[in-house]
């Protein structure tokens, strides 16, 4: 990583211009589209208080370089809310440098701030790089997601 600071904050209404072009290399980076409507109704989610969704940009000096959402849900197996860490993208050239690392301690203490006493979350069979950090920092459940779209 370069030698300006890395800064990871929560995003607010001024940031859409920075995160969308993260948000559509993320979803290019596991080849899916959304409706534009479905992101505008994301990214509004993202800076409602009253929703349970939640995001931060990583920032290196004025460029914003990576992004974590998560979800805080009910869970039948604690009495604590869980969180769910839906979404985490770094720019390319940064993977490797402590930036996703930093984006996932941020959940951790965002989650652990709130309550939260599991941080989980989901990363394609195929995303080795990303497997690399993640069996360093969280345990692997070795449950095999099934599903079915409606």
Known sequence: ???????????TAADHA??????????????????????????????????????A???????????????????NWSVEDACYLQDLFVAEELRGTGVGRRLIEQVYAAAQAAGSRRVH??????????MQLYQRIAERAGFVQYRKSL
């Open 57 to 75: 940009l990583a920032w290196q000096g004025e460029r914003a370089v990576g992004l974590v959402q998560w979800i805080f849900h009910r869970s």
């Open 18 to 55: 920075a995160w969308l072009p993260l948000w559509q290399a993320y979803l290019s980076f596991y080849r899916s589209e959304l409706p534009e409507a479905t992101s505008a109704i994301t990214w509004q989610r993202l800076l409602a208080a009253d929703e349970p969704t939640h995001a």
């Open 121 to 130: 979350w989901l990363t394609h069979e195929s995303n080795a790089t990303a």
């Open 1 to 11: 990583m370069s030698r300006t600071a890395l800064a990871i904050r929560p995003v």
